[in-house]
């Protein structure tokens, strides 16, 4: 038996296998993968390892190959089977992490309950669970759809020995073919893993048993969640509609238009930048290069971030509390004046990919009830209001920039 301790991963995906696993194998994890994708598992369980390749534009510029990390000593196990199960029950085992997509916990909930009473029925120790999903408060959601499918007595003991710790994610992961395996992936070399401190559970409150280098605690996540949701995704979002408009293929070709940067510049120093600074006292210079830092990321070539791939979804980037309507709702509330914003918002509905699902049904919704009154029903601004206005606005000029 291994003397390692072991996380499990949900997920193995190109963030499961670019960001997470990374940094628990070189903190001493052995990391078991778990996935439905059984070719994917049996590929993982007869390489057993694979590699990171750090993409850096730099590097390529100078005709240098990638830095590579070489992940060793993994495992997959199907999730359908009571194998799974067995995993959670190991003795060894500390950690359980996510990356599924927010929706596909409803599924990952039960067998997590299944787990924890096996756990306990076996005398096992206390392990934490983060989702590491794109969405705030994520974790929260997971467990309380856990505890829904637990039995009082493995509640009770599942409140004293599992915690359930809330996170923000970022590194960019992007699809990746220049490989000797179908299980390495490309990365860019920046990532930030901030994670719920006082949620976790151990020998130490709010600690690991086993510290992860790479991931840092804090007691004020909700900042580090918005900061991040408003700031990089918002950015990210609008120079993917913005570029799509004008038939660019990717993130960095498209934030080297002029136009387009300086409504990114425009929406995230003056609009959500300022209401993120004025909601959680964020020092201004550090934020302002913050932004900067994260537009650095956007301009890396060597990336090759597709539109297609950031812009999907649509409809789920324009929740009102998510990257584009959030932050133009926090302008609102701050005294901050909406109008790179609304122009990204207007972007958005005119995300037109009629292999994307929540495109064509946004772009339908549209021309049957007329953009005004969808605006309002999406968004939840007023009609006439001055950000309703300016997305209305934008959208008519948006036009213009559409590829012929």
Same mark, same amino acid.
């Given at each position: 038996?291994?003397?390692?301790?072991?996380?499990?991963? /949900?997920?193995?995906?190109?963030?499961?296998?670019?960001?997470?696993?990374?940094?628990?194998?070189?903190?001493?994890?052995?990391?078991? /993968?778990?996935?439905?994708?059984?070719?994917?598992?049996?590929?993982?369980?007869?390489?057993?390892?694979?590699?990171?390749?750090?993409?850096?534009?730099?590097?390529?510029?100078?005709?240098?190959?990638? =830095?590579?990390?070489?992940?060793?000593?993994?495992?997959?196990?199907?999730?359908?089977?009571?194998?799974?199960?067995?995993?959670?029950?190991?003795?060894?085992?500390?950690?359980?992490?996510?990356?599924?997509?927010?929706?596909?916990?409803?599924?990952?909930?039960?067998?997590?309950?299944? %787990?924890?009473?096996?756990?306990?029925?076996?005398?096992?120790?206390?392990?934490?669970?983060?989702?590491?999903?794109?969405? &705030?408060?994520?974790?929260?959601?997971?467990?309380?759809?856990?505890?829904?499918?637990?039995?009082?007595?493995?509640?009770?003991?599942?409140?004293?020995?599992?915690?359930?710790?809330?996170?923000?994610?970022?590194?960019?992961?992007?699809?990746?073919?220049?490989?000797?395996?179908?299980?390495?992936?490309?990365?860019?070399?920046? /990532? !930030?893993?901030?994670?719920?401190?006082?949620?976790?559970?151990?020998?130490?409150? %709010?600690?690991?048993?086993?510290?992860?280098?790479?991931?840092?605690?804090?007691?004020?996540?909700?900042?580090?969640? =918005?900061?991040?949701?408003?700031?990089?995704?918002?950015?990210?979002?609008?120079?993917?509609?913005?570029?799509?408009?004008?038939?660019?293929?990717?993130?960095?070709?498209? &934030? !080297?238009?002029?136009?387009?940067?300086?409504?990114?510049?425009?929406?995230?120093?003056?609009?959500?930048?300022?209401?993120?600074?004025?909601?959680?006292?964020?020092?201004?210079?550090?934020?302002?290069?913050?932004?900067?830092?994260?537009?650095?990321?956007?301009?890396?070539?060597?990336?090759?971030?597709?539109?297609?791939?950031?812009?999907?979804?649509?409809?789920?980037?324009?929740?009102?509390?998510?990257?584009?309507?959030?932050?133009?709702?926090?302008?609102?509330?701050? %005294?901050?004046?909406?109008?790179?914003?609304?122009?990204?918002?207007?972007?958005?509905?005119?995300?037109?990919?009629?292999?994307?699902?929540?495109?064509?049904?946004?772009?339908?919704?549209?021309?049957?009830?007329?953009?005004?009154?969808?605006?309002?029903?999406?968004? %939840? /601004?007023?009609?006439?209001?001055?950000?309703?206005?300016?997305?209305?606005?934008?959208?008519?000029?948006?036009?213009?920039?559409?590829?012929?």
């Amino acid at each position: 038996m291994s003397v390692k301790p072991r996380a499990i991963h /949900f997920g193995a995906g190109n963030i499961g296998r670019g960001f997470i696993a990374p940094l628990l194998s070189r903190s001493g994890y052995h990391v078991v /993968f778990t996935d439905v994708d059984k070719g994917l598992i049996d590929t993982i369980n007869e390489e057993k390892e694979y590699g990171v390749h750090i993409l850096d534009t730099n590097a390529a510029a100078d005709g240098e190959e990638a =830095e590579v990390q070489k992940i060793i000593h993994v495992k997959g196990v199907l999730s359908t089977t009571d194998d799974l199960i067995r995993e959670i029950e190991h003795p060894k085992l500390k950690l359980i992490t996510t990356a599924v997509g927010l929706p596909v916990l409803d599924k990952v909930a039960p067998t997590l309950a299944k %787990g924890i009473r096996a756990r306990r029925l076996s005398g096992g120790g206390t392990i934490n669970i983060i989702a590491c999903e794109n969405a &705030i408060g994520a974790t929260a959601q997971l467990a309380e759809k856990v505890r829904a499918h637990l039995a009082d007595e493995d509640a009770a003991w599942a409140a004293q020995h599992v915690g359930f710790a809330n996170c923000s994610v970022d590194r960019i992961v992007p699809p990746f073919d220049d490989a000797d395996s179908v299980l390495d992936v490309g990365v860019e070399e920046f /990532f !930030e893993w901030i994670v719920e401190g006082p949620s976790l559970k151990g020998a130490k409150a %709010g600690r690991l048993d086993v510290p992860i280098d790479g991931m840092t605690l804090t007691d004020h996540l909700s900042a580090y969640n =918005e900061r991040k949701l408003f700031t990089l995704n918002a950015g990210h979002a609008i120079t993917a509609y913005l570029g799509h408009l004008k038939g660019l293929a990717t993130v960095d070709a498209s &934030i !080297e238009d002029a136009d387009i940067a300086a409504v990114v510049r425009g929406a995230l120093h003056g609009e959500a930048g300022a209401a993120l600074c004025r909601k959680h006292k964020f020092d201004e210079r550090e934020h302002a290069a913050y932004i900067e830092k994260i537009i650095v990321r956007f301009q890396n070539a060597a990336v090759k971030d597709d539109v297609v791939r950031v812009g999907r979804q649509p409809l789920r980037k324009l929740g009102r509390g998510d990257r584009l309507v959030g932050p133009a709702r926090m302008c609102t509330e701050y %005294g901050v004046a909406v109008r790179h914003l609304a122009t990204g918002i207007a972007a958005a509905l005119w995300y037109d990919n009629t292999e994307d699902e929540q495109s064509v049904e946004m772009r339908r919704a549209v021309a049957e009830k007329g953009l005004e009154k969808y605006v309002v029903e999406l968004t %939840g /601004f007023e009609e006439g209001s001055d950000v309703h206005q300016h997305i209305l606005k934008s959208y008519k000029e948006l036009e213009g920039w559409k590829k012929v």
